[in-house]
T-cell receptor
Framework: ETGVTQSPTHLIKTRGQQVTLRCSSQSGHNTVSWYQQALGQGPQFIFQYYREEENGRGNFPPRFSGLQFPNYSSELNVNALELDDSALYLC?????????????FGSGTQLSVL | DAKTTQPPSMDCAEGRAANLPCNHSTISGNEYVYWYRQIHSQGPQYIIHGLKNNETNEMASLIITEDRKSSTLILPHATLRDTAVYYCIVSDSNTGTASKLTFGTGTRLQVTL
């Protein structure tokens, strides 16, 4: 059983650029969620994808968008990068609809915006 | 989701039990209590969850008070590898966004020799 994998592990961008982060979900999981974790803070929910559609979103602007593919892998896209977007971006997978479901997180992508 | 309150930091000697408290006084009847931990430079790791009854697994025990307004995570024999930030979260797993967890700043547990 493979775990959640994210790529790349580290990324440096400049303000105004666009970035795409990738996530492969754990085997057997069909739901992917993304979190942003600023330094010294807990992770903050960005959005969740289930059956290739966004079905839940946190307090993030539209320039944060995503995709989920038929194999349940996912991408997080951030347009017009700002300095405050510098953070650890975490992907988590789960099996939707199971009572008391738990999330399995990847190790994250560390994004630095200069 | 209900808000949780945790002490910012705790210390524990290796081999002793670590008892991490969490207050969630506004929890509603269908909200679960989850515990995750995050070791430096890694993603959060699920530990345990419960609704009303106390729970135990290979990692830890979860004690929930009868009124459900607080809980305690117990690591029975803490090791240096248990040094991490521990997050207590309450979440309604019956909603469509079951993976929406509201993390606070957690408790930083330092296990020492």
């Amino acid at each position: 059983e493979t775990g959640v994998t994210q790529s790349p592990t580290h990324l440096i961008k400049t303000r105004g650029q666009q970035v795409t982060l990738r996530c492969s979900s754990q085997s057997g999981h069909n739901t992917v969620s993304w979190y942003q974790q600023a330094l010294g803070q807990g992770p903050q929910f960005i959005f969740q994808y289930y059956r290739e559609e966004e079905n839940g979103r946190g307090n993030f602007p539209p320039r944060f968008s995503g995709l989920q593919f038929p194999n349940y892998s996912s991408e997080l896209n951030v347009n017009a990068l700002e300095l405050d977007d510098s953070a650890l971006y975490l992907c988590a997978s789960s099996r939707q609809g199971r009572v008391g479901e738990k999330l399995f997180f990847g190790s994250g992508t560390q994004l630095s915006v200069l | 989701d209900a808000k949780t309150t945790q002490p910012p930091s705790m210390d524990c000697a290796e081999g002793r039990a670590a008892n991490l408290p969490c207050n969630h006084s506004t929890i509603s009847g269908n909200e679960y209590v989850y515990w995750y931990r995050q070791i430096h430079s890694q993603g959060p790791q699920y530990i345990i969850h419960g609704l009303k009854n106390n729970e135990t697994n290979e990692m830890a025990s979860l004690i929930i008070t009868e009124d459900r307004k607080s809980s305690t995570l117990i690591l029975p024999h803490a090791t240096l590898r248990d040094t991490a930030v521990y997050y207590c979260i309450v979440s309604d797993s019956n909603t469509g966004t079951a993976s929406k967890l509201t993390f606070g700043t957690g408790t930083r547990l330092q296990v020492t020799l």
